[in-house]
């Protein structure tokens, strides 16, 4: 046996769509790079991230409620297309394996 605690603690986010919380592992982190919100899949990209989860529903209810500018401390609006298709594409690749 190593010397390894036993349980390790569980990253949590909070989904800034549904506000629910989630193991980081389960949502996709966003963020902003010159006024648009970009998926950040790897978790590489530096700077704040928001964190949803990879549904439309999340997506567009924190489009709705001005999530990610508030999230990510940007300034104004952001675009976030890039992202919609993105999640959009996510989704169905999903949907489409059985
Ligand atoms: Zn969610």
């Known amino acids: 046996m190593s010397g390894r605690t036993r349980a390790r603690a569980c990253p949590e986010r909070t989904c800034v769509g549904c506000r629910q919380r989630a193991a980081k592992q ?5 963020v902003a790079v010159e006024g648009e919100c970009l998926p950040d899949h790897r978790g590489t990209l530096p700077g704040r991230g928001a964190y949803s ?3 439309l529903v999340c997506l567009d209810q924190a489009v709705r409620r001005r999530a990610f500018p508030r999230a990510l401390r940007a300034p ?11 999640v959009e594409q996510a989704t169905v690749a999903e949907q489409a394996t059985p």
Request: aromatic letters at 6%.
């Open 26 to 30: 389960d949502l996709l982190r966003i």
């Open 76 to 86: 104004g609006t952001l675009d976030t297309k890039a992202l919609r298709r993105y």
């Open 53 to 55: 989860h990879l549904a």
